[in-house]
């Protein structure tokens, strides 16, 4: 069973940084794109940063110059650096990827369980 767990989450004043990771275990044959979703209380689920196996980033308007994802595909694990916290980037993060489980069969969501992330004084 594939599993993503999520790590790194906690409070930070503004101004300060916090770096996150998800590994992905279990069985499975191939990865491919990654990312990073947040989702703050009574706001829609957003994405926050993506990546694609071969390493091209897409970001958020709102964490761009920031935030930096990157992923280790020896490890099945994404990253995303957090720079310059601001209260609004208060939210759970939850990681996403986009999984083959055995060759020729179809691609799958899956998430993590989530990892809150408090931005405050």
């Known amino acids: 069973q594939v599993q993503l767990v999520e790590s790194g989450g906690g409070l930070v004043q503004p101004g300060g940084s916090l770096t996150l990771s998800c590994a992905a275990s279990?069985?499975?044959?191939?990865?491919?794109?990654m990312g990073w979703y947040r989702q703050a209380p009574g706001k829609q689920r957003e994405l926050v940063a993506g990546?694609?196996?071969?390493?091209?980033?897409n970001y958020a308007d709102s964490v761009k110059g920031r935030f930096t994802i990157s992923r280790d595909n020896a490890k099945n694990t994404v990253y995303l650096q957090m720079n310059s916290l601001k209260p609004e980037d208060t939210a759970v993060y939850l990681c996403?990827?986009?999984?083959?489980?055995?060759?020729?069969?179809?691609?799958?969501?899956?998430w993590g369980q989530g990892t809150q992330v408090t931005v405050s004084s």
């Open positions: 279990g069985s499975m044959f191939s990865i491919y794109d």
């Open positions: 996403n990827a986009i999984l083959q489980l055995v060759p020729s069969s179809p691609r799958y969501d899956y």
């Open positions: 990546i694609t196996r071969g390493g091209t980033t």
